[in-house]
């Protein structure tokens, strides 16, 4: 189900958010405030959509930074796409076929033109995408801590708000320790491990971790050493989870060819769009492989997204999904959304952006801004 759509404007705006604690994985410690891309999309008929770009200012995770991805928006995805009619949002995104790469920004439009289809359509995404639930059962990853005991107050304060699964960052240095006082302290709670690429084969601790009987271990190795993760898995009990090593759907599917993993994170920014990620879920679908959506700290611009795209059926385990008051002082939604006692949040219902985005929160933080020629 799509709605054509004509665009009018776009407006990009850099921002640089406030956050009530940094976060640190094995790429190190964030800043104490977030750079993020934010756009807003308006059709000729004045139906808006906002799309964000949960980029870092590094290229930690992956190639794409804040600048890169503001200058393949300003530069380059943007501009030859106002004024055309679109049939839609794959419409859209078929203009920049032969464009590689720059998915966080691609992902950023692609999501803005979706929000305005479901406002044109008064149909909510997860019904355009095929959503089949309406709460997704979230998780809360924990950054790395000081020591294991910090570790564990955090985890206990979480669990008691509903969360029901826990994902731990680890690193050298910081993982059978923590990963075995969680254990503990929870016996019962699916556990899992995120290395975010920080081992290489021969310096993990690979027997220990395989006997905690974790739901899974995301991303040991480098993303590209497909080989070494593979040769890894066959080793392991513990199921391997392909996050940066999903780069983009020809990537994932050789990746699941390989063997280098056995379930997979789809992050829409990430793999470049919804279309890409739901080529994904359909993939992991067909091969019986579980998968679930993580998430990139986004504000609730993203996690409405995210949100979304989870009620399709082939999301399987509990995703990423912490509420933006975790890491930021004020989201950019009102009303925003939170977990619930039973450890889900709720899909929105609402045509449009599944949450109601505050310009004026938006513009407070914003170090930046552009604007398309053409009608004003
Ligand atoms: O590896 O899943 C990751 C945040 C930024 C970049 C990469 C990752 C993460 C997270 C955060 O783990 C999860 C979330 O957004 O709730
Ligand atoms: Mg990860």
Redesign the pocket.
């Known amino acids: 189900m799509e709605a054509p759509v004509r665009l009018a404007r776009a407006d990009v705006f850099m921002l640089s958010l406030p956050m009530v604690r940094s976060?640190r994985?094995a790429?190190g410690k964030s800043a104490s405030r977030k750079r993020l891309i934010v756009l807003r999309l308006e059709d000729r008929d004045g139906t808006t959509g906002w799309g964000e770009a949960?980029i870092?200012e590094r290229p930690l995770?992956g190639t794409d930074t804040a600048e890169s991805t503001w200058s393949a928006l300003t530069d380059l995805l943007l501009p030859p796409i106002i004024g055309p009619p679109f049939r839609g949002a794959a419409d859209v995104a078929s203009s920049w076929a032969g464009i590689i790469g720059q998915h966080y920004a691609k992902n950023a439009i692609e999501c803005a033109v979706w929000a305005i289809a479901s406002a044109k359509l008064a149909v909510p995404l997860s019904r355009l995408w095929g959503g089949v639930r309406d709460a997704i059962p979230v998780g809360?990853?924990f950054p790395i801590c000081d020591t294991p005991e910090a570790l564990l107050s955090e985890v206990d304060a979480r669990v008691r708000e509903g969360f029901a699964r826990i994902?731990l960052?680890i690193a050298p240095g910081w993982d059978v320790a923590p990963v075995s006082a969680v254990r503990a302290a929870f016996p019962g709670m699916p556990l899992s491990v995120?290395a975010?690429c920080g081992y290489s084969p021969d310096s993990g601790p690979w027997r220990e971790l395989d006997d905690f009987g974790l739901v899974m271990i995301?991303?040991p190795l480098a993303g590209d050493a497909l080989i070494e993760m593979s040769e890894l898995q066959q080793a392991l009990q513990t199921p391997l989870c392909l996050?940066?090593s999903a780069a983009s759907y020809n990537m994932t599917r050789i990746a699941l060819r390989m063997g280098a993993g056995r379930i997979v994170?789809i992050?829409p920014p990430r793999l470049g769009g919804i279309l890409p990620s739901i080529a994904v879920h359909d993939l992991c679908a067909g091969q019986q492989v579980p998968a679930w959506c993580?998430?990139?700290?986004?504000t609730g611009i993203g996690r409405g997204f995210n949100l979304s795209l989870a009620a399709l059926p082939g999301f399987t385990l509990h995703s990423?999904?912490?509420p933006a008051r975790?890491f930021y002082e004020q989201d950019l939604v009102d009303p925003t959304f939170d977990v619930t006692p039973d450890g889900c949040i709720a899909v929105p219902t609402r045509p449009g952006n599944g949450f109601p985005v505050v310009p004026e929160r938006v513009t407070a933080c914003t170090i930046r801004s552009w604007k398309s020629d053409g009608r004003d």
């Open positions: 976060f994985s790429y949960p870092a995770y809360e990853s994902k960052k995120d975010n995301e991303q996050d940066e994170n992050k993580g998430g990139m700290l986004e990423d999904m912490s975790m």
